[in-house]
């Protein structure tokens, strides 16, 4: 009778350490367990690059403009240019618009022929 009691309080003592264990390890990520042996991931190339892409992007785009602004040509001539250039942009956008809408109604049209057919 005493084993049994003895299985039943081990067993009852395993069941609540394993429900704190979860607990404990439910707020904890990958990152806390490595700092603890001292060791950190590595970040991956392109959540490094993306910034600096970025800041060269957001660079060339002030230069650009700083350029127009301060190149000698007259004030006509320069929103003429500017105009020109963003009709392009305009155009540009909406015919990667219509690809995408023409992308998108396909696998739409593709998944409900899937869906529809007889299993």
Same mark, same amino acid.
């Given at each position: 009778?005493?084993?049994?009691?003895?299985?039943? =309080?081990?067993?009852?003592?395993?069941?609540?350490?394993? #429900? #704190?264990?979860? &607990?404990?390890?439910?707020?904890?990520?990958?990152?806390?367990?490595?700092?603890?042996?001292?060791?950190?991931?590595?970040?991956?190339?392109?959540?490094?690059?993306?910034?600096?892409?970025?800041?060269?992007?957001?660079?060339?785009?002030?230069?650009?403009?700083?350029? =127009?602004?301060?190149?000698?040509?007259?004030?006509?001539?320069?929103?003429?240019?500017?105009?020109?250039? =963003?009709?392009?942009? &305009?155009?540009?956008?909406?015919?990667? &618009?219509?690809?995408?809408?023409?992308?998108?109604?396909? &696998?739409?049209?593709?998944?409900?022929?899937?869906?529809?057919?007889?299993?």
């Amino acid at each position: 009778m005493n084993t049994n009691i003895t299985k039943a =309080l081990w067993t009852l003592g395993s069941l609540v350490g394993a #429900q #704190q264990a979860a &607990k404990v390890v439910r707020g904890f990520e990958i990152n806390d367990l490595l700092g603890v042996i001292g060791l950190e991931r590595r970040p991956s190339l392109f959540s490094r690059a993306l910034p600096a892409l970025g800041l060269v992007a957001v660079s060339a785009a002030v230069g650009a403009g700083a350029a =127009l602004l301060l190149a000698p040509s007259s004030g006509e001539d320069l929103r003429n240019r500017l105009s020109d250039g =963003l009709d392009g942009v &305009k155009n540009r956008l909406d015919d990667v &618009k219509g690809r995408v809408n023409e992308r998108i109604n396909d &696998k739409i049209s593709a998944f409900d022929s899937t869906s529809n057919s007889p299993s």
